[in-house]
């Protein structure tokens, strides 16, 4: 009898011990694959993710910063599954490191560049060349994205340079951190005029449209994903294909982003 008490303890304590091992490991499975994505993709990246969630798989942990930022913390070693970046020159930063998953880069979306205003203002300033932006400024500061490495910036330095008009605002600018910080700046009226997204200014109550910046004054925006070598989630590679999905394509284009 005392023999077979100690056996069925054993067999609990063994039984524990795996339970132990086990559980960290299948909680560790059934989470979501790590998103980090450009600071423009909030609202739809969410609502995206939402809608992968209601299908039945765990929902994506997303990261939202700056371009720059993220893939600054993929090159010194920040695990995560997937990388979405809001311009391409980060990603092939990323690719020359050696850290992207072969085959799986592809464009997601695009978006077009916006001047914008706070929703009370009435000022009207169509972007083009020779157009009088440090005038409209007057003493107070342009809202971009940092022109030395965030998208958002690179871009609007782009066109202000080609309309010729970089020259005259390059001293007056109040350069945020990503996108939305410069957003937040036109939204509470510390500057009176930022560019940005024009999904951005969609998603916003708070500011207005001045105008949209020529295509062609610079640089195409496009969204390329990709997987990383660090992924480890078992959905990461389907979580890819369903962003490129008809579906979600649906999603970003109602948050105003242009799709393939």
């Known amino acids: ?65 700056g ?9 010194a070693g920040a695990p995560a599954d997937l990388f979405i970046s809001a311009d391409e020159p980060w990603m092939d930063a990323v690719a020359k490191a050696g850290l992207l998953r072969p085959g799986t880069r592809a464009n997601l979306v695009g978006n077009r560049l916006v001047l914008i205003a706070p929703r009370a203002s ?32 690179k871009y609007a330095k782009a066109a202000l340079t080609a309309l010729g008009a970089w020259g ?40 207005r449209v001045v105008g ?5 004054s610079h640089p195409p925006i496009r969204y390329p994903l990709a997987l990383l070598k660090t992924s480890r989630s078992r959905d990461a590679v389907a979580f890819r294909a369903f962003l490129l999905s008809r579906q979600a394509r649906a999603i970003f284009a109602r948050h105003g982003f242009t799709v393939p």
Not at 122 to 130: D, I, K, M, S
Not at 132 to 144: D, E, H, N, Q
């Open 67 to 75: 371009s720059s930022a993220l893939a600054r913390q993929i090159m």
């Open 1 to 65: 009898m005392a023999m077979v008490a100690a056996m069925t303890i054993l067999r609990r304590l063994l039984l524990l011990l795996v339970l132990t091992i086990v559980a960290p490991m299948a909680t560790a499975a059934e989470r979501g694959p790590l998103i980090l994505a450009a600071a423009s993709l909030q609202e739809s990246l969410t609502d995206a993710a939402d809608a992968w969630a209601e299908q039945g798989h765990a929902r994506p942990v997303l990261s939202f910063a």
């Open 122 to 153: 009435r000022l009207r300033l169509a972007p083009a060349r020779g157009f009088a932006l440090a005038r409209a400024l007057g003493g107070g500061r342009l809202a971009v994205a940092d022109p030395n490495a965030v998208p958002a910036g």
């Open 168 to 207: 005259d605002v390059a001293n007056k600018l109040a350069p945020a951190e990503n996108v939305r910080a410069a957003l937040a700046l036109v939204e509470r009226g510390a500057a009176p005029l930022g560019i940005v997204y024009a999904t951005d200014a969609q998603a916003s109550q708070a500011v």
């Open 212 to 216: 949209t910046f020529p295509a062609a």
